[in-house]
């Protein structure tokens, strides 16, 4: 008679199985701090898109009517106020773009532009040390202008091809459509900073 074969079972050493655990342990450890670090970033993240919407949009500029305070293709952050000074650069909604210009009047200050593009606020003129050539620029309104409550006369610092305040078609802009102000320029890195 044939003798059945014999199953051999090899139990484990002692060192294997504490190997083993270690293994196992360094696994379960790694799986817990994967599962961390992603809902760390998830709620980063998701702040971050709040604080962006709700206080500090970010826009990156096209065109070059702000130049050269502001050049295309720049990013800026915004801050959400509903007060504004005379020389801030706000951005607001017009025809579902987003602009950005400067203040140059408050609401009830008297605007007048001259031939040579003088800006003149109240009957003094205006020292503007952000533009580099005055214009009278794309202008329809009569001058002077008296901007209206809750508005805020705008205008580029490129003023020959900047469309804004002088234009009727934007013309004072109110309150309600300003997001805010633009106040740091984060890219591009040689250029970060304050804007003024």
């Known amino acids: 008679m044939a003798k059945k074969a ?16 270690k293994r196992i342990r360094r696994e379960a450890y790694y799986r817990q701090s994967l599962r961390s670090t992603i809902s760390v970033l998830v709620v980063v993240a998701a702040v971050a898109v709040l604080v962006a919407t709700l206080f ?3 826009l990156q500029i096209s065109g070059d009517s ?17 007060n504004f000074d005379k020389g801030d650069i706000v951005g607001f909604y017009f025809q579902g773009k987003i602009l950005l210009k400067r203040v140059i009047a408050l609401p009830g200050d008297e605007v007048a532009i001259d031939a040579e593009g003088n ?4 009957g003094e003129i205006l020292e503007e040390p952000y533009i580099s050539e005055k214009s009278l620029g794309d202008c329809d ?14 205008l ?15 013309g004072a802009v109110s ?22």
């Open 156 to 170: 580029g610092d490129q003023r020959i091809n900047s469309v804004d305040s002088r234009n009727s078609n934007i």
């Open 6 to 21: 014999e199953k051999r079972i090899e139990v484990p050493s002692m060192e294997q199985i504490q190997q083993e655990r």
């Open 119 to 122: 800006v003149y606020v109240n």
């Open 56 to 58: 500090l949009p970010i």
């Open 66 to 82: 702000m130049s050269p305070s502001l050049e295309h293709d720049e990013i800026v952050v915004l801050l959400k106020s509903k």
């Open 141 to 154: 309104i009569e001058f002077p202008y008296t901007v209206p409550e809750t508005s805020y006369f705008v």
């Open 175 to 196: 309150n309600e459509d300003i997001i805010g102000k633009v106040f740091i320029r984060v890219w591009p890195l040689n250029r970060i900073g304050f804007v003024y």
